[in-house]
């Protein structure tokens, strides 16, 4: 799978040795267990999917960040984004509004002895306690840029989130300044809807 994705154009070294690290059939159903390796996205539980390996290679090599540094991911659905970032050294970070995705990941990610730091709740919000971020990755399609993540990044940090529907644009705005976010368009995805708060 990391040839098929440096065929694809990922170039970013931490990110191909992270996605060859994990162990991507252990966060889909077993019934696809067969074709966890191929280049697909999946549904996982409360209606949601796991990201194509591409996907989630291409947002975080965006991410461009060095070992060590903090990250925050929005949408923590299977898992599996969280433990490529944690490969990478991260220091991560990662929100989920399904209650039954929380429930089933975050000891999934405790037994295989990723690190890191999950909230069940809005990622809408972000996390103000533990802002800010040297970069901000949203996993599900937003109607629009929230204004919470942007006021959460780092000068210097860049959000990396899909906005639209029913198809996205991949954005990643790249923060220079207090004021000033330089932005760029990486084209179509498609992600499930990031919703607002259900139950939380
Ligand atoms: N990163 C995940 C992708 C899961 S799909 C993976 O690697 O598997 C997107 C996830 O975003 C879903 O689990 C969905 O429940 C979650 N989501 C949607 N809106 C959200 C919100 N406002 N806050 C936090 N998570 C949200």
């Known amino acids: ?8 154009g990922i170039r970013d070294r931490l990110v ?14 077993s019934s696809f267990e067969d074709f966890a390796y191929q280049d697909k996205a999946f549904p996982i539980a409360a209606g949601q999917t796991i990201s194509q390996p591409f996907t989630v290679a291409f947002q975080s090599e965006k991410l461009a960040l060095s070992p060590g540094q903090k990250v925050l991911e929005v949408g923590t659905g299977s898992g599996y984004q969280s433990a490529v970032l944690c490969e990478m050294g991260m220091k991560v970070y990662s929100i989920e509004r399904q209650k039954e995705l929380f429930d089933n990941t975050r000891p999934l990610l405790q037994k295989l ?7 069940f709740g809005d990622g809408y919000a ?8 040297d970069g901000i990755v949203v996993t599900a399609g937003a109607p629009e ?10 000068v ?10 029913p198809v996205q644009r991949m954005k990643v705005l790249h923060r220079k300044s ?13 992600f499930v809807p990031m919703l607002h708060n259900k139950n939380v």
Do not use: T
């Open 1 to 8: 799978m990391v040839k098929l994705l440096i065929d694809k």
């Open 16 to 29: 191909l040795k992270a996605i060859g690290n994990v162990p991507r059939h252990l966060f889909i159903d």
């Open 113 to 119: 002895d990723y690190k890191l730091f999950m909230k």
């Open 126 to 133: 972000g996390l103000p306690n533990h802002a800010p971020f």
């Open 145 to 154: 840029i929230p204004k919470a993540l942007l006021s959460q990044l780092k």
């Open 156 to 165: 210097g940090g860049r959000l990396v989130i899909p906005v639209g529907a």
């Open 178 to 190: 207090e004021s000033d976010f330089e932005i760029q368009d990486f084209g179509d995805f498609r």
